[in-house]
């Protein structure tokens, strides 16, 4: 294996690409289900819930749309957004990891409320709603990992073999207190 470090990524870690290939197939899991519900919402059909017995009551509810424009089709964009710059950062373009880290934070905070919507406003519940919640919760945790991941040896030294001694500088030392 090689150890240098990706340059472009500025990552050592090869799980990182794996990691955001998998946000990119669970972002087509959501977009799957949002554009499924967008679609029903457009032409008008109910969509029929088989685990769930909230369906009609939240997709039919003022909450479903924003200005006409029906919730999962943004959350659909949104999807498309995140399957986009994931694939991306799974191939080594470092600059989308932020834009990732941003859309899925603000997808989190609109999936909570939602959630909160269903629970306590409406009191019912929609299976597919819940479906593109836990994507998104499955696509913040992949988010999490890398982002703090990433970070988690930030300003820490390079790891030196065991017994051998760092060779500090006068100036360094009086730094370090």
């Known amino acids: ?25 669970g972002s087509l899991a959501g977009l799957a289900d949002a554009l499924y519900l967008t679609v029903e919402h457009l032409t008008g059909n109910s969509v029929r819930c088989t685990v769930t017995s ?3 009551e939240v997709l039919g509810s003022a909450y479903a749309s924003i200005g006409g424009v ?21 191939f ?5 990891k932020r834009l990732l880290a941003a859309v899925v934070a603000m997808m989190l905070a609109t999936t909570l409320w939602l959630l909160f919507v269903q629970a306590f406003i409406l009191h019912a519940f929609c299976q597919y709603c819940l479906l593109s ?5 499955a696509l913040s945790s992949i988010v999490a990992i ?10 820490r030294p390079p790891s030196r073999p065991k017994g051998q001694r760092a060779i ?9 207190y």
Request: charged fraction near 15%; proline fraction near 4%.
């Open 168 to 176: 500090v500088t006068p100036k360094e030392a009086g730094n370090q």
């Open 70 to 90: 029906p919730v999962a089709g943004l959350g659909a964009l949104a999807y498309f957004i995140v399957f986009s710059l994931a694939t991306l950062a799974a």
């Open 133 to 137: 919640v836990a994507v998104t919760l």
């Open 1 to 25: 294996m090689n150890s240098k470090r990706n340059e472009t990524t500025g990552s050592h870690r090869p799980a990182s690409a794996r990691n955001y290939a998998v946000a990119a197939l």
């Open 146 to 155: 890398e982002w703090y991941g990433r970070r988690s040896n930030f300003g």
């Open 92 to 96: 080594g373009h470092g600059w989308t």
């Open 54 to 56: 909230g369906c009609s």
